[in-house]
C-alpha cells in the first residue's frame, strides 16, 4: 500500500543548525541541523541545551568553554547567536 499526502508532502519542517563558538575563537559546526517548526522553536531548544550544558559543567566542576550558539538555516544564514550565560 501506497500512502500519498497529496498537497502536504511539501509541508517538510525547515531545517535549522547549531553551530558551537568557543572562548578561543574555534567554532564547531553542525553539519546534521535540526528540523523545528520555526526559529522560535530552535532557539527555545538551543537555550535548553545551553541550560543543560551550563549545569554538567558546573556540577562536573569543569569549565564552560563555550561561548555561544550560533543558530543557521539551511543555507547557512546566521538567524541569531545566542550567549552562554545564566
Same mark, same amino acid.
Given at each position: 500500500? @501506497?500512502? =500519498?499526502?497529496?498537497?502536504?508532502? =511539501? #509541508?517538510?519542517?525547515?531545517? *535549522?543548525?547549531?553551530? @558551537? ?5 574555534? @567554532?564547531?559546526?553542525? #553539519? !546534521?541541523? %535540526? $528540523? *523545528?517548526?520555526?526559529? @522560535?522553536?530552535? %532557539? &527555545?531548544?538551543? !537555550?535548553?541545551? &545551553?541550560?543543560?550544558?551550563? /549545569? $554538567? +559543567? $558546573?556540577?562536573?566542576? /569543569? ?5 555561544? %550558539? /550560533?543558530?543557521?538555516? /539551511? =543555507?547557512? +544564514? #546566521?538567524?541569531?547567536? %545566542?550567549?552562554? =550565560?545564566?
Amino acid at each position: 500500500m @501506497v500512502l =500519498s499526502l497529496g498537497r502536504f508532502e =511539501s #509541508l517538510a519542517m525547515p531545517r *535549522f543548525f547549531f553551530h @558551537v563558538r568557543y572562548a578561543n575563537h574555534a @567554532v564547531v559546526r553542525d #553539519l !546534521q541541523g %535540526i $528540523e *523545528f517548526p520555526d526559529l @522560535v522553536a530552535a %532557539i &527555545i531548544d538551543a !537555550q535548553i541545551g &545551553i541550560a543543560e550544558t551550563i /549545569e $554538567e +559543567k $558546573e556540577t562536573a566542576g /569543569e569549565p564552560v568553554e563555550m561561548t555561544a %550558539i /550560533e543558530v543557521c538555516d /539551511e =543555507s547557512g +544564514k #546566521l538567524l541569531g547567536t %545566542i550567549p552562554f =550565560s545564566r
